[in-house]
């Protein structure tokens, strides 16, 4: 009788592939109309609006000059008070809304922004150009989260100096923790600072959804006023993206519109539950579920993290939509890092770059294995197969390796395949035990391991050791499964030999219950 195999694994609904599949790529496409328009257009409009918008620009340097003369930004600062925030909020707003319409910009404001003592923080969303630098305008120029590197940029440094940013310094370790002290010290100044207005995505999206927001925001616990985005017209030429159209481009193209209308919809402020306050995450995504049912667009639990991995796909030649897991999801999940995350992708890459869209079929599969198709390998690839479409997708990959591979390397499992190799028990595997075992575990008689086996016996000295074996299958998880698929088919003969025939179905009754156990790794993923 045939031995029964592990079942495949229920899908569980929250690891299946998102509803949300790509929110970082920006797909305008420009018909033979548009492109007649936009350069029709374009031959009148751009020079005159570029010319408008640099004068407008000059007067706003000279008098953000004159507002953040001898102004700290850092150590013991304080808000601005008296003629340097009347400057900022009447002639720089004033100055602002110049600049936005010289560049073709119709704004439409909906609903009321309520004062920093009512909401300490404006969250706005969703962020999808770096044109939507006008809320800030819009909102009275409130001090914002900025690089510092942005205070050096020529002309617009001087601006952003006028908003008293939070500053973020990447060369800084302890960056992050003073960012978070400092938002919450303005966010509880009872009214001193002007609102802190934030983009918790992150990053830029193309506003098909909401991905996951930062905590930031949220860590104070104070009310918060969502304000969200539109750009509602027929030619998206804002959209900026991390696969899309460059900055000049979009640029180019707004410019040759005849307006580009954006609206701001203040939202009533969100005033968190006593559950919220003591879990960012829970105000995060309270906050998050507001604006998007406002939007009517979907949530996802894609985040920054997801556009690192994109582009990291990219470097390896694989297509950029590869390195998308929703990242958030699976690493609280799995208990993922980032950098275990990227190393799967390029051993993911190691199979996937043959393949077309970057999805890895089953004979890619066994290719990369150098094993052949067969029952035992059909039954690997389907326990990775999540969605059941015949091929393998990185996420795919990530939430199979971690759940049936990496638990299978443990000491005492590849102790005992190990010895299973190592038939007389020498503490080495030749090339003939090597073949012998996987031509039974998988059922193949004219199996060629030659390659498999020189992989393995990195020093080539014509025998397995146990290091070897052992560091092997830490690079190579995939092959785990195989060694305790075939633990599982000797336990399984074990327990037919020690039964008696009329105790037959008893023992496949028990043999299912180990192979539960075996597999009971992979029950609650």
Not at 54 to 65: C, G, K, S
Request: hydrophobic fraction near 40%; charged fraction near 20%; aromatic fraction near 8%.
């Amino acid at each position: 009788m045939p031995p029964q195999r592990v079942a495949a694994l229920p899908r569980q609904q929250s690891l299946l592939l998102p509803a949300v599949i790509n929110p970082f790529v920006q797909d305008t496409n420009l018909t033979k109309a548009d492109i007649v328009k936009c350069v029709l257009l374009g031959i009148f409009l751009v020079p005159i609006r570029a010319v408008l918008a640099f004068l407008v620009l000059l007067v706003t340097w000279t008098i953000a000059l004159v507002i953040t003369f001898n102004h700290p930004l850092k150590g013991a600062v304080e808000p601005m008070t008296g003629w340097r925030r009347f400057l900022c909020t009447t002639v720089m707003v004033a100055l602002g809304r110049m600049y936005y319409f010289c560049l073709g910009f119709r704004v439409v404001i909906k609903g009321q922004q309520v004062d920093s003592s009512e909401a300490p923080i404006l969250a706005v969303a969703p962020h999808s150009s770096f044109f939507d630098g006008i809320v800030c305008i819009v909102a009275g120029l409130p001090s914002t989260v900025s690089r510092v590197e942005n205070l050096a940029t020529p002309i617009f440094g001087r601006v952003v100096r006028c908003l008293q940013p939070v500053l973020v310094s990447r060369k800084d370790p302890d960056s992050r923790k003073n960012t978070i002290q400092e938002i919450e010290s303005r966010a509880k100044s009872g009214g001193l600072w002007p609102q802190v207005l934030i983009f918790p995505e992150g990053t830029c999206t193309n506003r098909s959804c909401l991905i996951t927001f930062k905590q930031g925001a949220f860590i104070p616990g104070v009310p918060v006023q969502p304000v969200i985005l539109r750009y509602p017209n027929k030619l998206d030429s804002v959209t900026w993206t991390w696969q899309g159209f460059s900055s000049r481009t979009l640029l180019l193209l707004t410019l040759s519109q005849l307006y580009t209308t954006v609206e701001i919809e203040f939202l009533p402020p969100h005033i968190p539950t006593e559950e919220e306050r003591k879990s960012p995450i829970l105000f995060a995504r309270a906050v998050r579920d507001a604006m998007a049912h406002a939007l009517g667009v979907p949530v996802t639990d894609h985040t920054y993290e997801d556009c690192r991995l994109m582009i990291s796909a990219g470097e390896l030649t694989l297509p950029m939509e590869a390195g998308l897991v929703e990242f958030t999801k699976i690493s609280r999940k799995l208990n993922l890092k980032w950098d275990n995350v990227k190393t799967e992708l390029e051993g993911f890459a190691a199979m996937a770059t043959s393949c077309k869209g970057g999805r890895i079929s089953i004979e890619e599969f066994a290719r990369f294995l150098k094993l052949p198709v067969n029952p035992v390998l059909q039954e690997l690839f389907a326990l990775f197969d999540r969605n059941g479409d015949g091929t393998i997708d990185f996420r795919e990959y990530v939430i199979g390796v971690t759940i049936l591979c990496r638990p299978a390397n443990t000491d005492e499992v590849l102790r005992m395949a190990f010895k299973l190799f190592d038939i007389d028990q020498d503490d080495k595997i030749t090339r003939e035990e090597f073949t012998s075992l996987l031509r039974s575990a998988l059922g193949v008689s004219d199996l060629n391991m030659a390659k498999l086996f020189k992989d393995i016996d990195a020093d080539g000295s014509g025998f397995i050791t146990f290091n070897e074996f052992k560091a092997f299958a830490s690079t190579h998880p995939e092959y785990a499964k195989l060694f305790t698929t075939y633990l599982e088919l000797q336990r399984y003969q074990a327990l037919l030999e020690a039964t008696p025939l009329p105790m037959e179905s008893d023992s496949q009754s028990c043999t299912g219950d180990k192979q539960g156990d075996s597999a009971s790794d992979k029950k609650d993923d």
